[in-house]
């Protein structure tokens, strides 16, 4: 069995700048932590831009326009204070959502077990109209919508370890009953959403807040308590997995306390679900994590991981 990586060299045209948090730069880490030789079992393929009719199940035609609109011919502009547009953007967001339609499409097929996005623009604050917090699409909602239409499969589940609140996820899912949303972030942080007490249409939406300073032994115990239950009452056929590692005690945009044995341990608890559940089918797209040595280390620990199953 195999895990295989979905990326495209297109993703690093998304020019936010060497000083942007979310830059070009974290991609690369990623890459090359994952391209030593410790990784030859890997398969990498490059990702086809996603179609606007796959983007446009989650996000409105005026809203793809909006942001097509916007793209500078030259230099950058700003959608917001974070959130920055550079000639290059429109076609690396299309590859980012595209990686994680086509991952979708292989793991269906049986050409791999799971599959590891390696991909920019991140995704999880986009909401149906709005793109902030670095994200202009919202990949893998896309994915969700896209293995729903396209592989016949009705229940699906996302989790969202990235240490922010995936509000934009939350926005276009809340009213899904078969999408189960499940998140862990730190509160009080950017953007600001995320209580308890958003459950979604069905109770699909589980926000699990934690305080600064969370550690991988509080994860077990949200794990256990919540996590692990909600995944299994849901019964998913397809799981998803918005990996941010931003939640590393080494982040500067965070104040969490995971380390990369954290990562490890929470990947192979969901992949638990997913053999249980989903005949091990797994699809993982890369959020945040903006140190770029604790992010290598930690995505490279989360794939290591995907590639016991
Ligand atoms: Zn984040």
Redesign the pocket.
């Known amino acids: 069995m195999s895990t295989t990586i979905f990326w495209h060299p297109l993703c690093s045209d998304h020019n936010t700048g060497a000083e942007h948090p979310e830059r070009a730069a974290r991609m690369q880490a990623v890459l090359d932590a994952l391209g030593t030789d410790e990784f030859a079992a890997l398969n990498w393929r490059e990702a086809p831009p996603a179609s606007f009719e796959q983007i446009e199940r989650v996000h409105p035609p005026r809203y793809v326009d909006k942001v097509m609109s916007r793209i500078p011919a030259w230099g950058s502009a700003a959608i917001d204070g974070d959130t920055l547009l550079s000639p290059g953007s429109f076609e690396a967001a299309l590859r980012a959502a595209g990686a994680v339609c086509t991952a979708i499409d292989a793991v269906f097929a049986g050409e791999t077990t799971n599959a590891f996005c390696a991909i920019r623009p991140p995704g999880h604050h986009a909401e149906r109209e709005k793109a902030m917090g670095f994200c202009l699409f919202n990949n893998i909602a896309i994915g969700a919508a896209h293995a729903r239409k396209r592989h016949g499969i009705r229940r699906v589940a996302i989790v969202d370890f990235?240490?922010?609140h995936g509000n934009g996820t939350q926005n276009i899912c809340a009213e899904q009953a078969d999408i189960l949303y499940v998140s862990t972030h730190q509160a009080p942080l950017y953007p600001g959403t995320g209580h308890r007490d958003e459950h979604g249409v069905a109770n699909n939406i589980l926000n699990i807040p934690l305080g600064p300073g969370t550690d991988g032994v509080k994860l077990r115990s949200v794990w256990e308590q919540e996590i692990a239950p909600a995944l299994y009452a849901h019964e998913p056929e397809l799981l998803l997995l918005s990996a941010?590692f931003?939640a590393h005690r080494d982040d500067p945009?965070a104040e969490f306390m995971f380390e990369e044995d954290d990562y490890v341990w929470l990947t192979r608890q969901l992949l638990g679900v997913a053999a249980n559940c989903c005949g091990n089918r797994v699809v993982s797209a890369l959020?945040?994590g903006y140190e770029l040595s604790a992010l290598a280390a930690s995505a490279a620990a989360h794939v290591r991981t995907l590639l016991e199953v």
């Open positions: 990235d240490v922010h941010g931003d945009l959020e945040g």
